[in-house]
């Protein structure tokens, strides 16, 4: 078996919530790009992900990289494929992976077979990034809305009329007042 790691797996499935093929894709992808690039489990932000789609094998890619929208390194470029681009900031190496076609007819269980036990190379397309590596996540400072009163990352702040607003406020100004 090529999916060596079977306690790593079975964190996925307890993050995840059940054993699925999409999971096996995010699986083995990470621990693809893993090897590939030198990646270690990012406790910060070394390892940064880029994933083409918002399906189930992004969680497993959460649970081997340790990347994670709350540290800013998995980011989304929404195209609906089962591709992923990953960066080692350290190294500055980064790779593109892109599932390729399965053999078309296969029942569930057997597609599932083929995600866990297909080697690398035969179940992955690697290419070069596409996107540049990301910038590292910024801290930005925050201003009070001057309608609702909530206070508000500046990246997220409107100015209308010398007002500083929210996206909320700033939009339904634009619905009400024109
Ligand atoms: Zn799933
Ligand atoms: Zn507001």
Redesign the pocket.
């Known amino acids: 078996m090529t999916m060596n790691n079977q306690e790593l797996w079975n964190r996925c499935i307890e993050f ?1 919530g ?1 054993s ?1 093929g ?2 096996a894709i995010g699986f083995r992808a990470a621990l693809y790009a893993k090897s590939l690039l030198d990646l270690d489990f990012s406790d910060d932000e070394q390892t940064v992900c880029v994933a083409e789609n918002d399906s ?1 094998s992004v969680d497993a890619v959460q649970v081997v990289l340790g990347c994670s929208v709350g540290k800013g390194n998995l980011l989304f470029h929404m195209t609906g494929k089962q591709a992923f681009s990953f960066y080692n900031r350290v190294t500055g190496k980064s790779v593109r992976l892109i599932t390729r076609l399965k053999p078309q007819g296969m029942t569930k269980e057997q597609s599932f077979a083929y995600y866990r036990e297909t080697p690398d190379e035969q179940l992955f397309e690697i290419k070069e990034t596409r996107i540049p590596m990301p910038e590292e996540a910024r801290l930005f400072e925050s201003y009070i809305c001057e309608s609702c009163g909530e206070l508000t990352a500046s990246n997220w702040i409107r100015i209308r009329e010398g007002k500083k607003l929210c996206i909320d406020c700033y939009q339904s100004y634009d619905r009400f007042h024109v």
């Open positions: 995840h059940h699925c999409g999971l189930c």
